[in-house]
Each structure stands twice: as structure tokens, then as C-alpha cells.
């Protein structure tokens, strides 16, 4: 929810190069984006798309989870790992593909 702002104005950045040069925002920079949101569409409007992005978050994270904790199970159970950091760093690089 924190980055919605952000993610808004640097999305509107790097599609202004395939639109129109009239159709074009021409932010100079991230605070300039943020300042021209506020100003042209209000506060609110800097938070558009925050739903979908949070929604794809929880999924995400969900799919992480499950990854790494059945890939703990599994490494354990038929690999003879134990409880170690090892164990950790290699199911979350698993969880992470």
C-alpha cells in the first residue's frame, strides 16, 4: 500500500515514451509525478491500482509460503535435512522460483 504512489508514477514514466507527444505526462522526476498527480487528480488518484497490486501481493506471498514449507517437509522427510540455515536459505530459494 505504501509503494502504490510510487509504483503509479514510475508505471506513468515509463509508458509516457510509447504515447503520443501530446498524450505525454513529462514527469521530470519521481516527486515531480507525485507533486503533478496530486495537483491535476487529487490525493486520492495516487492509490489507483492499489487493489489489484495488494490482491497480487497476497497471492504471491500464499504461492511463497506453500513453496517453502513443502519444500521443507519434502527436504527433510526424503532428503536428510535437519533444522539448520541451510535447510532455511534452500527452501526459500526453492519457494523463490
Known sequence: MFSTPLDL?????????????????????VFDGL????IKEGITNL????APNVFRAV???CGQITGYDTSKV????????GETFFTHFTCSMLAGI
Do not use: E
Open 35 to 38: 507533486y503533478q498527480v496530486i
Open 74 to 81: 519434502w527436504l527433510q522427510k526424503h532428503g536428510g535435512f
Open 47 to 50: 492509490w489507483k491500482g492499489c
Open 59 to 61: 497471492c504471491v506471498t
Open 9 to 29: 508514477v514510475m508505471i506513468r514514466m515509463q509508458a509516457d515514451g510509447r504515447l503520443p507527444p501530446s498524450l505525454r505526462r513529462n514527469y521530470k522526476n
